[in-house]
C-alpha cells in the first residue's frame, strides 16, 4: 500500500538547521509535496520535487531521492515562527488526490 | 494561483444535526477534492468531486453520511450528517495545482460537534 513515513516531532534551536525526513513505500508518483500547516490554519504549499535532486526555495529546500524512495525538507536561519506541522505528500497523476505522511511537528526553541 | 474559500470558517453544532460546508473557488477546474483532519492528525481524503458526476468516496467514508454536490466548476459542498462527536475535525477543500502536480487548499472549516 502507499506509505510515507515521517519523525512524529522535531525541535530544533532558533538560527540552526533542520531537516525532516520522510521515507516512504510505494512508487509511480509524479513528485514529492511538502506542506506547512500552523496551529489552526490550513496546509500551505512549500516545495515539490517532481525530478531527483534539491530544489531551492528561499530558506527552504526539498530534496528527492527515488532510488532511496526517500526526501526531505530542509529548514535553514529557523525562525520562532517556523513552528508548526509539516507534512510529505505525493500525487499520483495531475488530477488525482494527495495522500499524506502523518505529519512532523516542528518546535523551535530559542 | 487559485483562491480558495469555505463557509463557515468553524462552527459548533449538536450531535445528530448536520452541517453543509461550501467550497468556493475563483477558477474554473474539473476536480475538487474533500479531506478531513482530526485533531492532531494528518489529512484523510474523504471524497474527489467531479462536475457532472458522482463523486467518488474513498474507503471508510459513504455517501449518506457525507453527501456532496458539484454543481458547476467552481463550487462544491460536502454535507456532514448526522454528526457525532467524532465528527469533530477540520474539513478542507483542495483543487489541482497544475504547475505541479500539487494542490492548492482551502482555509478550513472548523467543526466541533457537542
Known amino acids: 500500500g502507499q506509505s510515507l513515513e515521517q519523525p512524529s516531532e522535531v525541535t530544533a534551536v532558533e538560527g540552526a538547521i533542520v531537516q525532516i525526513n520522510c521515507t516512504y513505500q510505494?512508487?509511480?508518483?509524479?513528485?514529492l509535496s511538502w506542506y506547512q500547516q500552523h496551529d489552526g490554519g490550513a496546509p500551505t504549499f512549500l516545495s515539490y520535487?517532481?525530478?531527483?535532486g534539491l530544489e531551492e526555495t528561499g530558506r527552504f529546500s526539498s530534496f528527492l531521492s527515488r532510488s532511496d524512495s526517500y526526501g526531505y525538507l530542509l529548514l535553514q536561519e529557523l525562525q520562532m515562527k517556523d513552528s508548526a506541522s509539516y507534512f510529505c505528500?505525493?500525487?499520483?497523476?495531475?488530477?488525482?488526490?494527495?495522500?499524506f505522511g502523518k505529519g512532523t511537528r516542528l518546535s523551535v526553541i530559542a | 494561483s487559485a483562491v480558495i474559500s469555505q463557509k463557515p470558517s468553524r462552527d459548533i453544532c449538536q450531535r445528530g444535526t448536520s452541517l453543509t460546508i461550501q467550497c468556493q473557488v475563483d477558477?474554473?477546474?474539473?476536480?475538487m477534492f474533500w479531506y478531513r483532519q482530526q485533531p492532531g492528525q494528518s489529512l484523510t481524503l474523504i471524497a474527489t468531486?467531479?462536475?457532472?458526476?458522482?463523486?467518488?468516496?474513498e474507503s471508510g467514508f459513504v455517501i449518506d453520511k457525507f453527501p456532496i454536490s458539484r454543481p458547476n466548476l467552481t463550487f462544491s459542498t460536502l454535507t456532514v450528517s448526522n454528526m457525532s462527536p467524532e465528527d469533530s475535525s477540520i474539513y478542507l477543500c483542495?483543487?489541482?495545482?497544475?504547475?505541479?502536480?500539487?494542490?492548492?487548499f482551502g482555509p478550513g472549516t472548523r467543526l466541533l460537534v457537542l
Open positions: 483542495s483543487v489541482p495545482r497544475h504547475a505541479e502536480e500539487t494542490q492548492y
Open positions: 520535487n517532481a525530478l531527483d
Open positions: 477558477s474554473q477546474v474539473t476536480m
Open positions: 505528500a505525493v500525487a499520483y497523476s495531475g488530477n488525482t488526490p494527495l495522500v
Open positions: 468531486a467531479n462536475q457532472g458526476s458522482e463523486a467518488t468516496y
Open positions: 510505494t512508487s509511480g508518483f509524479y513528485g
